[in-house]
C-alpha cells in the first residue's frame, strides 16, 4: 500500500509564498512521476504542475514563473513552492503519484488527502 501525505497549506496574503510537500511512502519500488493539482470550491480538479523521476516538468499556464515543482528523490518527497499567490490560487492542493508497488509490481496512482490553501485579495 501506498500512502501520500501532504502538508505546508494554509492562508497568505496575496503576493505572498508557501511551500506545499507531500511524502510518499509505503510498497514503492520506484516512482515515475509525481505532480499536484488543485480544486477551486465548485470546480473541477486541475492540474497544476508535475515532475517526472527524469527531472521534466510540466506547469499548467496560469502558474508559470510564479509555481516551481521539486523533489528530494531519496526521500520521495515533492515540494510545490508557490510565489506571487493570488486569490484566485485559492483551492485545495492534492498530490498524486505514480509508482510502481514493490508487493504487486504494478503501476498504480496515488492521491494524498489534500491541503486547503487560501489566498486573501
Known amino acids: 500500500q501506498v500512502q501520500l501525505v501532504e502538508s505546508g497549506g494554509g492562508l497568505v496574503q496575496a503576493g505572498g509564498s508557501l511551500r506545499l510537500s507531500c511524502a510518499a511512502s509505503?510498497?514503492?519500488?520506484?516512482?515515475?512521476?509525481m505532480g499536484w493539482y488543485r480544486q477551486a470550491s465548485g470546480k473541477q480538479r486541475e492540474l497544476v504542475a508535475t515532475?517526472?523521476?527524469?527531472?521534466?516538468?510540466n506547469y499548467v499556464e496560469f502558474v508559470k514563473g510564479r509555481f516551481t515543482i521539486s523533489r528530494a528523490n531519496a526521500k520521495n518527497t515533492v515540494y510545490l513552492q508557490m510565489n506571487s499567490l493570488k486569490p484566485e490560487d485559492t483551492a485545495v492542493y492534492y498530490c498524486?503519484?505514480?509508482?510502481?508497488?514493490?508487493?504487486?509490481?504494478?503501476?498504480?496512482?496515488?492521491w494524498g488527502q489534500g491541503t486547503l490553501v487560501t489566498v486573501s485579495s
Open positions: 498524486n503519484a505514480a509508482v510502481l508497488t514493490s508487493t504487486t509490481n504494478r503501476r498504480v496512482e496515488v
Open positions: 509505503g510498497s514503492i519500488f520506484s516512482v515515475y512521476v
Open positions: 515532475l517526472t523521476s527524469g527531472g521534466n516538468t
